[in-house]
């Protein structure tokens, strides 16, 4: 028997459809996410993601598919739901016989996605980052804590923030931004 996949939000679902005003809460459940380890990928990888593999603090992709900079040689594709097994066996056989490895990790994360013009605001109130556009803008991706909660925060327009936290934590991020938004929701 194969088990249905729950969000991990999905209790959380009618309250964060009430968020409307200066700033936005969602999840986009079920995002896949696979993980790629390679001191150096050959051509091959950028031309299966469509892509370039992005420098420190960056993201590449079209919008559908983000490739984040996690760190040397560490990289996480994020893609719609349900695109892991082949992005895994694409990514598999990109690499060829380069050492490195590639891992199905959907499971592990969900996706907040906190937009508005309020944003960058909500997000200040529990991140030590310099979120000011000069320095973090559209684009750019850093691990970080969030309200204690360690995220990988990606900006995906100048008023869009895509949120990825680990399941366990994700009930209390999302109650944090919830409470961290109350004041820029329409009344």
């Known amino acids: ?9 999905r209790h959380l679902t009618d309250a ?9 809460l969602r999840e ?6 696979v993980e790629l380890r390679a001191d150096e990928a050959p051509a091959t990888v950028g031309a299966f993601l469509g ?11 079209d919008g559908r598919r983000s490739v984040l900079w996690c760190g040397p040689g560490w990289y996480l594709v994020v893609d719609a739901p349900g695109s892991a097994p082949g992005l895994e066996a694409g990514l ?8 490195g490895a590639v891992v199905d990790i959907s499971a592990q994360r969900t996706v907040l996605e906190l937009s508005g013009s309020r944003a960058r605001e909500v997000l200040a109130h529990g ?12 684009g750019r991706c ?42 820029y ?3």
């Open 16 to 24: 964060l459809e009430r968020t409307d005003g200066a700033v936005r």
């Open 28 to 33: 986009l459940p079920f995002r896949s996410q």
């Open 51 to 61: 892509c370039e593999l992005p420098g420190p603090g960056a993201v590449s992709g």
């Open 92 to 99: 598999r056989e990109a690499l060829g016989e380069t050492f």
């Open 185 to 187: 929701l329409a009344a």
């Open 142 to 183: 850093a691990q970080t804590n969030l309200a204690q909660a360690q995220v990988i925060l990606h900006q995906t327009a100048p008023e869009a923030y895509h949120v990825l936290v680990r399941a366990s934590y994700a009930d209390y991020l999302a109650r944090w931004l919830l409470d961290a938004m109350t004041e």
């Open 127 to 138: 991140c030590s980052l310099d979120l000011h556009s000069r320095t973090f803008g559209p």
């Open 1 to 9: 028997m194969t088990a249905t996949p729950r969000s991990p939000l």
